[in-house]
């Protein structure tokens, strides 16, 4: 999945993105309110979670502005305001869980798996797929056709962020930004050696690439015969 945490603690954003990534999720990260809210109204996530005491724009004002816009992102909060009441504002707010601080990773993972079914009824969004290669975003799996691919997660990040944006030109800044964290090019060649292992596996005994390179410009998956 592509969760968005907004979080303005730097240890607890790192550990939550931290331990997101590791599951193979494809995380994005804000530090303030404002910064949350404009990428949150962005529609390209499956899932927010939210601190409530945010520099800026609280979490609060934030899910009401996304509830009042009719965008139905599941929204976790968190907050160390962990008395009734203050749970229940935050429900009746918007959000759609509500978790207090400390937490164990364990449960904040275990509550998303929740969350994502329940809110998601009709089972939309957990498959991806370009031509005969399909990803399980919930079993974690790759398949070709009948043939089981197995990646590393970082990997599996990669190939997550291309099926998501199937059939556009996807530059390094944006894989730098989006797979690595990074936001500025390290001069590296960590896209390239990722890159071609991935096309080794979803790509190299198998009759149709997949996987093209578009000069200058960066890399597209598609199964069209005019992709490269």
């Known amino acids: 999945m592509h969760i968005l945490v907004v979080e303005d603690d730097r240890d607890t954003r790192e550990f939550v993105r931290g331990g997101l990534e590791q599951a193979g999720h494809t995380v994005d990260v804000a530090d303030n309110g404002r910064d949350g809210l404009l990428l949150a109204t ?16 609280d979490g609060l004002t934030i ?16 907050s160390a305001l962990g ?3 203050q749970r229940v504002q ?4 918007g959000g759609d869980d509500y978790l207090t601080k400390p937490f164990a990773f364990s449960e904040l993972e275990a509550r998303i798996e929740a969350l994502v079914r329940r809110t998601t009824p009709e ?32 990997e599996f990040r990669l190939l997550e962020y291309l099926l998501r944006h199937a059939g556009q030109v996807v530059t390094r800044t944006m894989l730098l930004e989006h797979v690595w964290d990074y936001h500025f090019d390290p001069q590296t060649n960590v896209i390239d050696v990722h890159v071609s292992r991935l096309r080794a596996k979803i790509d190299r005994n198998f009759d149709q690439p997949l996987l093209h390179t578009v000069r200058g410009a960066g890399y597209r998956l598609a199964a069209d015969a005019d992709a490269a």
């Open 42 to 57: 962005s529609g390209s996530f499956d899932l927010v979670v939210l601190d409530r005491m945010l520099p800026e724009l």
């Open 63 to 78: 899910v009401r502005t996304l509830r009042a816009s009719e965008d139905r992102v599941p929204v976790l909060i968190l």
């Open 83 to 85: 008395e009734v009441d």
């Open 90 to 93: 935050g429900l009746r707010a």
């Open 123 to 154: 089972g939309p969004a957990t498959v991806l797929q370009v031509g005969d290669l399909e990803m399980d975003l919930m079993a974690r799996t790759v398949r070709r056709g009948d043939t089981e691919i197995d990646l590393q997660p970082r």
